[in-house]
Nanobody, 123 residues
């Protein structure tokens, strides 16, 4: 089993920045995981924000392109989401997902999910 631990959420003003981290632990079989960040707001469908495959390729939702950056951390199976120019519409619970063979924002292909870290954007 693989466990995901997110950190880095918080409250910022519009235009501010936050950096989220997600670290996988447990039985990863020493293989690089496909990892992604989703976000969810109460009453709305969960949406993919940014994803990185095991080969290092990345994909972003149009709403965050040019503002968010996803990259691998120094520790194996750690992924960082750097969020800049945050706006009120970015406020959500950000949830990390991982699997050995998931594609981009295909939710059903991710076997492992974190508990989420909350991001609040308000004046």
């Amino acid at each position: 089993q693989v466990q995901l631990m997110e950190s880095g959420g918080g409250s910022v003003q519009p235009g501010g920045s936050l950096k989220l981290s997600c670290q996988a632990s447990g039985n990863t079989y020493r293989r690089r995981l496909d990892m992604a960040w989703f976000r969810q707001v109460p009453g709305k469908k969960r949406e993919g924000v940014a994803s990185t495959e095991d080969d290092g390729s990345t994909k972003y939702d149009d709403s965050v392109k040019g503002r968010f950056i996803i990259y691998r951390g120094d520790t194996e199976n750690t992924v960082i989401l750097e969020m800049n120019s945050l706006q009120p519409d970015d406020a959500a619970m950000y949830i990390c997902a991982a699997d050995w063979s998931a594609r981009w924002f295909s939710e059903h292909e991710y076997q492992f999910w974190g508990q989420g870290t909350r991001v609040t954007v308000s004046p």
